[in-house]
Structures are given as structure tokens and as C-alpha cells.
């Protein structure tokens, strides 16, 4: 579609009340008309900028979240939200300043953004015994849980050993034939034939519910230097970035105040432009997709910044209404941008089959990809503060599955012997 069709398309929606500003945050709309009876006294400047106040009040909202009560988010770190800092900080073994540093800031609103995704489910005894404070040391400590559970489980009380019945005659089994009756043998006509089952599409939700579920089954996530499920340990990572990523897409849109009809508009437009690409993610090599995608984004919005705000909402839209299709879509923009290591997303939805068809060996060169982008210095695309140990599972399940699939290609069932 040529010319910016990503702008016409919000200029349409913001007919319907959408308000559309471009990645650069400048927004135009219509002003009120002065006032001419009353002179008011200009309101006296706060100091604290609208992007602070906004990070200011999601940190009060996480504080509030896990415990550490501050009262009303509205942005102002006061006295009492200091205080409630200053717990955080007790709690989690930090210096108890009330002031905090990028990484405990971090740890907090990461962790918060897990919580409201739904990986609290993941540790019940945690929330159970410590409330939900307990998932800050949760989600960061893998040792945690564990701990938290021998701490506070309970001792069973000492049971009788039961009472051995008599013995009871044992009766005679019947006689089985030694052969099956066929079908017309067992009643009298042939069945028909069953008809063909079509499986329904992957839904990324429930799996995640699943890898929860297993998550919670193994006492924590499984980290790089105990890679014992290569799958699990990917579909972990895959699903901790859905989470974000739907947080991180929210937040996007209200940044730039779009509604859900302008936001529905554009990222319908978002997957259609990229059709081409996605048809070729089964065999094209990712920086050729990477570059198509970008010549694709010129058509769609007017700068990179802009086609990268749209690519976090369209993600996280995807995530968020379970359609694989936009997510993928969305995280090629994000690619076409220039941040590679949003190709980790495609390497997912590659390996699960999330969108398009499942194919490991493609997965495999889109994470290699992304880690390489994040070795050159990129900025993560999730969850910052633990991107060395995400990308430590990603290389060392990618370094399992190159053994499994060396030993497989062998070609004999039993080891090579070396005589010593």
C-alpha cells in the first residue's frame, strides 16, 4: 500500500475519538477555547516530567501490587512512597534508601509485569505463605521457591499403618481367545469409514498455561547451567516475553493515547503489509526478511521510531487476544526497525508453530540472530535486568539440541569406543 497508509489509517479512526501522535510523542488536538470571565493563576511547575511521573506511578502501582502500601498512584514519590521503597528494598536485601537504581527499579516493575501476566500461578506455596511479595524473590531467586516451600511446609501427622484384610479366593479369570473378532465379526456390519480430523490452531495462551504448570512441577524455571529440557527451558522464555510484551504493548498505546479501534485498524494493516514476509519464513535466511521487512515499513509509517511503536502494540494486541498472526507480524516490523533482538519472538513462533508452520531448523537461525544483535550491544528487548542469563538458556538449549541432533545423525544406536 503506498504513501503512509499506517497514518491515513489512524487519521480515519481518530475521526471516532482516536488520538494519533507519532514515536516522537509530539500529539496535535483540538485546544478549548480561553477562557474570557475568570483569570486564573498559572499552576506552579512540579519539576517532575510527564515520562517520570508516568515511571513514578508504575513504580507506586508495583509497590502497591506486592504489598509495600503507598496509597494512590499519582506519580509523586512522597514520603510515604519512600517508605514503601525503602521495604522493597529491605525485603529484597538492598540498601534500605527509599531512592531507587535502575536495576531495583527493574526487579520491580519486571516482576510486577510477570505477576499480571499470570506467573504468580507458577508458585502457589510462595503466594500462600508469603503473600504476593513472595514472587519478587520468586521470579528472581530460581532457588527460592524451594526454599520458601521446606521453610514453611507442614509435617504430616504419624498414620497407623493399615490393617491387612484376609486373604480373599482369588476367582477364576475367563478364558480370552487368542484372536480378536474383526469389526463385521462383532456386529454384523462394516463401520464407516471416521472422517479426517483438522487440528485446531496453536493456542499461545494455553501453552503457557502448560509450561506454568511444568515450571511449577520442576520448583522453578530451568536455567542455563542445569539444561536438562531444551523445550521447556525455550517455551519458558517464550512465554515470559508474551507476558511482557503485552504490558509493554498496553503501555505503548497509552503513551500515545490510541484507541482500541484505531489500534485494531492499524495492526490489521500491520499483518497484511508483512503477508509477504511471513510467507517466506519457512526457507528465507533472516536478514533478507529483516530487509524486506524494513523496505516494507517505509510504507507503512513515516520513521523507524514510529513503525516501532506500532510493532510493540501490534505484539502485544496479539498476545493479548490469542492471534499469532499479528504478534508475528508486529515482531517483524520490530526487525525491520532494526532491533534484532525482537527476532527472538520469530524464533518462537517458528520453533512452536504459532502462526505459521513449526520448524525448528528456521527457529534456530532467528535466535542466533537476535543473540547476536544483543552481542553486538543491542538493547534487550525483555526484561533488561535478566537478559545475560535469558540468552545463556537460548545458547545453551540451542547447544543441547546440536548434540542431540549430531548423536542422531551418527547413524548406529550404541556410542563410538576409543581403546584407551
Excluded at 371 to 386: C, G, K, R
Aim: net charge neutral.
Amino acid at each position: 500500500m503506498a504513501g503512509n497508509d499506517l497514518a491515513k489509517a489512524l487519521a480515519g479512526a481518530a475521526v471516532a475519538g482516536a488520538i494519533f501522535c507519532g514515536a516522537t510523542g509530539k500529539c496535535t488536538r483540538n485546544k478549548p477555547a480561553p477562557a474570557t470571565t475568570t483569570t486564573r493563576a498559572a499552576p506552579k511547575p512540579s519539576g517532575i516530567s510527564s515520562a517520570q511521573r508516568t515511571e513514578n506511578k508504575s513504580v507506586q502501582q508495583a509497590l502497591n501490587g506486592f504489598g509495600f502500601n503507598v496509597g494512590t498512584p499519582d506519580g509523586a514519590l512522597g514520603p510515604k512512597s519512600r517508605a514503601g521503597i525503602s521495604s522493597y528494598q529491605a525485603y529484597m536485601g538492598y540498601s534500605p534508601t527509599g531512592y531507587l537504581d535502575d536495576y531495583q527499579r527493574g526487579i520491580l516493575l519486571e516482576s510486577y509485569n510477570r505477576m499480571n501476566a499470570g506467573g504468580g500461578a507458577a508458585y502457589p506455596q510462595v503466594v500462600a505463605s508469603e503473600g504476593t511479595k513472595g514472587l519478587l524473590k520468586a521470579f528472581n531467586d530460581p532457588n527460592y521457591p524451594p526454599r520458601a516451600t521446606a521453610a514453611t511446609a507442614p509435617v504430616p501427622p504419624a498414620v497407623a499403618p493399615p490393617v491387612a484384610p484376609p486373604p480373599v479366593a482369588q476367582a477364576q479369570a475367563p478364558q480370552v481367545p487368542s484372536t480378536l473378532p474383526s469389526v463385521t465379526q462383532a456386529a454384523g456390519r462394516t463401520l464407516p469409514a471416521l472422517p479426517a480430523l483438522t487440528p485446531a490452531s496453536a493456542s499461545m495462551s494455553e501453552r503457557c498455561e502448560v509450561v506454568q504448570l511444568m515450571t511449577q512441577t520442576n520448583q522453578g524455571p530451568i536455567l542455563a547451567a542445569s539444561m536438562t529440557d531444551r523445550n521447556q527451558a525455550l517455551s519458558e522464555q517464550f512465554c515470559s516475553a508474551r507476558s511482557v510484551s503485552i504490558t509493554a504493548g498496553q503501555s505503548t498505546a497509552d503513551t500515545y493515547q490510541l484507541a482500541p479501534e484505531a489500534i485494531a485498524q492499524s495492526c490489521t494493516l500491520v499483518e497484511e503489509t508483512m503477508a509477504p514476509v511471513m510467507a517466506k519464513l519457512q526457507t528465507g535466511a533472516p536478514a533478507d526478511l529483516a530487509a524486506e521487512a524494513k523496505a516494507l515499513n517505509a510504507k507503512l509509517a513515516p520513521d523507524a521510531e514510529t513503525a516501532a511503536a506500532f510493532g510493540k502494540v501490534c505484539i502485544g494486541m496479539g498476545y493479548r487476544e490469542d492471534a499469532p498472526e499479528t504478534s508475528l507480524s508486529g515482531a517483524l516490523m520490530m526487525v525491520g526497525a532494526g532491533l534484532g533482538p525482537y527476532g527472538e519472538l520469530v524464533g518462537h513462533h517458528l520453533r512452536e508453530g504459532f502462526g505459521t508452520a513449526q520448524n525448528e531448523k528456521q527457529a534456530e537461525r532467528w535466535y542466533v540472530e537476535a543473540v547476536t544483535a544483543l552481542e553486538q550491544n543491542q538493547q534487550p528487548a525483555f526484561l533488561p535486568s535478566s537478559s545475560g542469563e535469558r540468552m545463556a538458556v537460548i545458547r545453551s538449549a540451542l547447544m543441547l539440541d546440536s548434540e542431540e541432533a549430531s548423536n542422531a545423525g551418527s547413524g548406529t544406536l550404541l556410542p563410538t569406543l576409543v581403546k584407551q
